[in-house]
């Protein structure tokens, strides 16, 4: 048996962890083992902190629900959900495809089919505004019948979860292309928003003095047979805080405005907004969204 | 608005925090998006393995309870709470004093009382056992009325949590040394044990092919005003995993053997112990336990 040193202590929970069978869990938990060593000795964590600590991650485990993620909040706000986001882009994107964004904690399966040119907004009121757009492929074509999920904050701000009971679905949505990969819904102009910050991760938030708010913006999920999911958000260039997004999640080609003067717009009178969704095509190991329905992350029983 | 690549995140994440009042609290969470990032890139983690991490640290922290820490196993298990310890160690004990080991996730406070020469077993059986010794200062001054806690396993590896229902509390207790700082108590031979396997942290030791067993110990807690609280544990050198605790707790200062044939024996034809505690002096910032009672880690409410 060997006295171990803080460096020494590294090498021997790598060796206790050298015989997992599956190469890419060893090559990941070794990598976690250091980088956490690392960051203990770098900061001569403390016992109080180190406790400090495991009371805070307990405590945000214990705040998950089926409807509600605060892991992957935390990886949002500590830009982890972006960083992810972004190799996963420079992975599979081809360089004309659309830029990819942060699924977020607020996705759920099963939003309700609406009709070509219909609305998401379900009882919620608001200024309407329209998206409209084309889906293609990297050559321009149109990507006939690609599906559509859409989901948003209502105009005050508030997700269907946030607003309603979990049994209500609104400010979401699914629909179909037409055969031209041509698309257009009604919603409506949403808020920018504070992330929950009755939670743990709303508490770190407040401490480290930062306003907490997303920009407002309207999650689009994009998919096709044969073409590379798109996950992505159009962000609204009139929001105060495009510039400081809480979780990192703007891109400067994801930026919106709406208007009432575009030539092409469906429906005429309302403030619409002209988005097409290029999609690169499907490539091995290019899949998988950065977030998820937070009922698939809760542990079974 | 900036569009931002892999390493422009962590920079914008750092400066987005960087108005945090508390500078350690700062300097911590800075450090902490470092590290958490550069495991990312250096991995070039891919959204499913970023969600199945969420996933699992979700399910640690639903498997903690008021009498269950799954969060300080993880850590244990990945020898961050070691390292702590000894970082902890470094910083506070007197070149003479005792070493330092892990509080583990056992330990509970308000233990049962016993005099001097009694016996923690309570309704447990097995092969029994005295510990006996000294707690002295650096100068091998006697501390008088050292307050000692003792926990551990019976002699089926199991601690009373495991074994019976949380309102029984035994093979644990707390005694008081005399004017001398002299002690001795009566205790089962624990048996060495696997870690909880049935959470979320065996389930990972388990994909990593490691035994998950700890050697057989007895833990030791010694308090006394003016001295730094020492946390320590008594590892018995019989022990087949003495040399691959899967928590890297062993030191070999602290490695024990049990004995007929003490001279000084309080209690002949036992087999019998002498292990002397050495007390460093309290210094500012030299405190705190690696670990702590799991209730006191729950979230309010």
Redesign the interface.
């Known amino acids: 048996?060997?006295?171990?040193?803080?460096t020494q202590?590294?090498e021997?929970?790598i060796a206790?962890?050298a015989?997992?069978?599956?190469p890419?869990?060893?090559?990941?938990?070794e990598?976690?083992?250091r980088?956490?060593?690392?960051?203990?000795?770098?900061?001569?964590?403390?016992?109080?902190?180190?406790?400090k600590g495991?009371?805070y991650?307990?405590?945000?485990?214990?705040?998950?629900t089926p409807y509600r993620?605060e892991?992957?909040l935390l990886?949002d706000v500590?830009?982890?959900?972006?960083?992810?986001?972004?190799?996963?882009d420079?992975?599979g994107r081809e360089e004309v495809g659309t830029e990819s964004s942060l699924l977020g904690p607020f996705f759920r399966e099963g939003a309700p089919e609406i009709p070509m040119g219909g609305s998401i907004a379900g009882t919620s009121t608001g200024p309407e505004i329209v998206i409209f757009g084309q889906v293609t492929d990297g050559q321009g074509q149109g990507v006939p019948e690609a599906r559509i999920d859409v989901w948003q904050t209502d105009a005050d701000g508030l997700y269907d979860l946030q607003a309603h009971d979990p049994s209500v679905m609104e400010m979401r949505g699914q629909l179909r292309c037409d055969a031209e990969g041509r698309f257009h819904f009604r919603t409506l102009k949403p808020l920018g928003y504070s992330i929950p910050m009755d939670g743990?991760v709303g508490a770190?938030v407040r401490?480290?003095?930062?306003h907490g708010f997303r920009p407002a913006h309207i999650h689009i999920l994009v998919a096709a047979p044969g073409y590379r999911e798109l996950v992505t958000a159009l962000y609204f260039g009139d929001d105060p805080n495009?510039?400081?997004d809480?979780v990192?999640g703007?891109?400067?080609?994801l930026?919106i405005t709406e208007s009432l003067a575009l030539p092409d717009a469906p429906v005429p009178g309302v403030p619409s907004v002209r988005y097409d969704f290029t999609l690169s095509r499907e490539t091995e190991?290019g899949?998988?969204?950065?977030?998820?329905d937070p009922s698939?992350?809760?542990?079974a029983g």
């Open positions: 048996m060997q006295d171990l040193d803080s202590i590294t021997a929970a206790q962890m015989n997992t069978p599956d890419r869990m060893r090559e990941i938990m990598a976690a083992v980088h956490l060593h690392a960051f203990a000795r770098e900061t001569r964590l403390t016992p109080d902190e180190w406790l495991i009371a991650l307990t405590a945000v485990g214990q705040a998950c993620q892991f992957i990886s500590l830009g982890l959900s972006r960083l992810v986001n972004v190799m996963h420079a992975k743990p770190m401490q480290q003095n930062r495009i510039d400081s809480t990192f703007v891109s400067a080609s930026v190991g899949g998988g969204r950065v977030g998820s698939r992350l809760m542990p």
